[in-house]
Each structure stands twice: as C-alpha cells, then as structure tokens.
C-alpha cells in the first residue's frame, strides 16, 4: 500500500491516427489525498508496472540537448518536494510535453493525465499516467475519482514512473564524478560505465518499440535503456538466485544458469539483443511440468525494479565472458568457476597465488563447509 502525498488529474483530447489536438484542461488543485477512490487509482497503477501483462523499460532523463524542459524542472522541485505550487507547476510543463509530442505522433492518444507523489515502503515516487475512463474507472467533471473498482492495461494507455531516492543517489554520485580527477587514458571508460546502474525511472511499456510509448518517454526528456553490462549480469545473476532461493527449483538451477549463458553467448554471436521472453524460456526448458505453478513468476521477478533485466538488451561481451567458466581436473579432483571469480587479490573468491602455482578458494557454502569438516571429524575418530 502507498502514502499518497498529492496528486492532480488533466485531461486533453486526440483525434485519432491524426495529428489534432483538441480540449487540452489543466487543473489548478490538486487533488483530496483522503479521497479513497483517487487512493486506490494511484496504488493500482503502481501495482501494474512490472506485473504480468506488460513488461517495464528502465531509463533516465536524457542529455543530448533534445530533452526538452522537464528534466531541468523536475531536478527543481526534488530540492523542494513539499511544494505543492512546485508540483502543479510541474505537472503542467508535463501536460505541455505531452501534448506537443503527442501531436507529433499520429499513433498517440489523448485521455486523463494524472500526476501522484506518494511514497512506498520506504520509497518516494513520481508517477505520470496516461489513463482513459472505462469500466472500473470513472471520473467526476472535477476530474475527482469515484467509484474505481478495478485497475487494469486496458485502462492505463502509458506510464511512467521516477524513484527519488535512486534520482537523488544518481545525481549525488554524478556530481561527485564529475568533481573527481579525470580517468586515465588507457581506462576503459565504456566497461566502467557498464558497472553503475544509472536509472532511475521506468516506464510501462505497450508492445516491442511501441511508438506511443516512444511518445511519452520522449515528453518527459528520457532515454530509455540499462547499461549492456549491468543488464547482461543481472539476467545471468537473478536467473540462479530465482532457483537457488526456490527449494523446489534449486536442483535445476545449475542447468538454468548454463542455458541462458549458452542463449546470450548465441545472439552476441548473431549481433543480435537478447529477448527477456527467450531467457525465460530457456531457463525453464529443464523443469518438469509438475513444477510449472514455481516458474510462473520468474518474468516479473527479472523484470521488476530491483532487479531491472529490460525487455531488450544488447548483450554485454565482457560481463558474459566473467560468468562463463573455468574448468579443469586431476586425477582426484575436477573444478570450474567464473571467470569472474578469479583474481591475484587474496581476497579473491578464487584466489590465485602466482609465486606458488595454487588456488585458494573462499566464500564457501554453509552446506559444503559442513561436508568438509564431518569427513575430517570422521577420519580423525
């Protein structure tokens, strides 16, 4: 459940598939935060992004000289965010984006803006939503929310969404970077660049490429996209960690890890982005049927906000080389490990001590130290 801060509706309307624009309102009050209606419709609408159905594209506010306003205005009002003037102000630049790029975009619709800061967890949002009045929602002629009984995709045309605390960090370490002396020549700065996770806002996203979502990013100055490199680890990394903390799943999470390894390996080498769908199901191509009620969640799980796996990556060729493996064995041993995993710094998972040729390895599991230390105990006794 959300801590709605406030929120205000406006409305414009479009012809369709022509470039006309027609009754563009934008309210000067903000709205009854205790109207449990208005409640319900913006906690609905946080509760849709990432869910079934749709699928989330991660992003930032863009750079490059073509943003247009609002990212400048929204870096204002987070320094004063109590401000209610502040915030319907700001509300109207956004009513004033969307309406000149949705005139641009014949694919664009018209319906009710409504723009909400609330608070989740422990997590303050911005939230902008594209919404028409069907069914379950329904509007007064103040724009005052009544009677919604349901939230759903075919309600809510676009959406997107800023989380302050990330926009906040982001900035703050932008600054700091900036501040910092500049990087060596001969550093790598794309590789470096691919290790941050630098967004902060996230949108519903309504079909592959869809240019009415193009519409509404472009509006609010964004660009869309997680670095190759962050998104490259984080389908490998939360693909295992899926299985490892489901016991019915664990067994097959080895072989789930390695399918989407093999997958991301072949579009790298087909020059083609990896889909978040073909992950899925490559990962699960090994779990019985009787198991299919476990699985049904691990879309939404990569693609949620924690985790941020886009719908559509370009696959990162340094970090999938880090979690492919090292194998090797002996005559009374066999290993392999991440590349990734391997280092010169004893501090290293598996650590590699040059002088002496051996490996020493850390980190080891509570199961595995307990298997080690009975058969020592055993052979002692």
Known sequence: MITLKTAIIHSFKKLAKTSFISEVVKKDVALDTENPALHFLV?????????????VVYGQFANDDRQGPFPERFTAFVEVQDDKAQFIDLTHLAMDQLVEQAGNQVLSTGGHILCAQYTSGATDFFLVASMKERGGIQLDENYVPKEIQEVDLNKVQQAARINLASFVAIKAMAA??????????????????????????CF????????????????????????????????????????????????????????????????????????????CHVAVAHVPADLVDEIVG????????????????????????????IKGDAANWSLQFERGALGKDPAADV???????????????????????????????
């Open 43 to 55: 906690n609905g609408i946080h509760g849709l992004i990432g869910k079934e159905g749709n699928s």
């Open 176 to 201: 700091a970077a900036a501040a910092a002396p500049e990087q060596d020549e001969d550093e790598d700065e794309d590789d470096a660049e691919d290790e941050v996770d630098s967004t902060y806002l």
């Open 298 to 325: 691990l879309k939404d799980y990569l693609n949620s906000e924690k985790h941020k796996v886009p719908d559509d990556f370009t696959v990162n060729a340094k970090s999938l080389k880090e979690k492919t493996r």
């Open 204 to 279: 519903i996203s309504r079909g592959r490429d869809s240019q009415a979502s193009d519409y509404f990013i472009s509006a609010l100055g964004c660009a869309k996209g997680v670095a190759s490199g962050r998104a490259t680890k984080n389908a490998i990394d939360n693909v295992a960690r899926f299985f490892r903390d489901n016991k019915a799943l664990k067994s097959f999470g080895y072989k789930a890890k390695e399918a989407v390894i093999k997958y991301l390996e072949e579009q790298l080498a087909a020059g083609k982005s990896a889909r978040l769908d073909a992950i």
């Open 351 to 381: 650590y590699y001590d040059e002088g002496r040729k051996k490996l020493t390895l850390s980190n080891l599991t509570a199961e595995l130290v307990g298997v080690i230390e009975k058969e020592l105990l055993a052979r002692a006794g």
